[in-house]
């Protein structure tokens, strides 16, 4: 079956501009978390979608990072006049849904450099 | 802000050798989660522990969830080339299952 699907899986861009980081959740799955993770390191959480709720927008670093998710499936992740260090794979991640020890399924991730 | 430290940050080893990864905090956790990832790759679940003390078991490898619920240990025996990776350790608080993630740990196994 289909897995986390995430697009571009590269991104270079340059200081000051714009981007967008698309996911694909897995089909049914009502939780949905964006993640950042710098240089091999340990995962850090950005924002959170369950279902038609407010998201969990407590970890975004900064107001020029945001995030949607249209009709419960894809999101976007925008990061405005990005900065180096916004460089980081950015990891989109779905669970059936939020409850306590359940598992969260992983795309590959999209690997941003801000030149 | 939760932290949740591991230790070592890089482990190389060669196959067969045993191997003990430490994850703590000073933040009590409902329930712990490990992972391991893979080059281009994200996070796959390894187990979750949920009660503190619990230790669980997965063919060579087995984790425990510490009494107090601040720290986990995994443990590897006999570790082999395929055991190579990023391994992850995540607290989770609340209702809303958001991960916060360790520090990672980097393991290498050579022949």
């Known amino acids: 079956g289909a897995g986390v699907s995430q697009s571009p899986s590269n991104k270079v861009t340059e200081k000051g501009k714009d981007v967008e980081l698309r996911c694909d959740p897995i089909?049914?799955?009502?939780?949905l978390y964006w993640y950042r993770q710098s240089l091999g390191q340990g995962l850090e959480f950005l924002i959170y979608?369950?279902?038609?709720?407010?998201?969990?927008k407590s970890g975004l670093p900064s107001d020029r990072f945001s995030a949607e998710r249209t009709g419960g499936s894809v999101s976007t992740l925008t990061i405005q006049r990005t900065q180096q260090e916004d460089s980081a794979v950015y990891l989109c991640a779905s669970s059936p849904r939020a409850q306590i020890g359940n598992e969260q399924f992983f795309g590959p991730g999209t690997r941003l450099t801000v030149l | 802000t939760q932290l949740l430290e591991q230790s070592p940050q890089f482990l190389s080893i060669q196959e067969g050798e045993n191997l003990t990864v430490y994850c703590n905090s000073s933040s009590v956790f409902s329930s712990l989660q490990w992972y391991r990832q893979e080059p281009g790759e994200g996070p796959v679940l390894l187990v979750t522990v949920v009660t503190g003390g619990e230790v669980k078991k997965l063919k060579r490898l087995t984790f425990q969830f510490g009494d107090a619920r601040k720290d986990s240990s995994l443990h590897i025996t006999a570790a082999q080339p395929g055991d190579t990776g990023l391994y992850l350790c995540?607290?989770?608080?609340?209702?809303?299952?958001?991960?916060?993630f360790g520090t990672g740990t980097r393991l290498q196994v050579t022949l």
């Open positions: 995540a607290g989770i608080t609340g209702t809303a299952s958001k991960l916060t």
């Open positions: 979608f369950q279902g038609n709720s407010a998201p969990d």
């Open positions: 089909s049914g799955h009502t939780a």
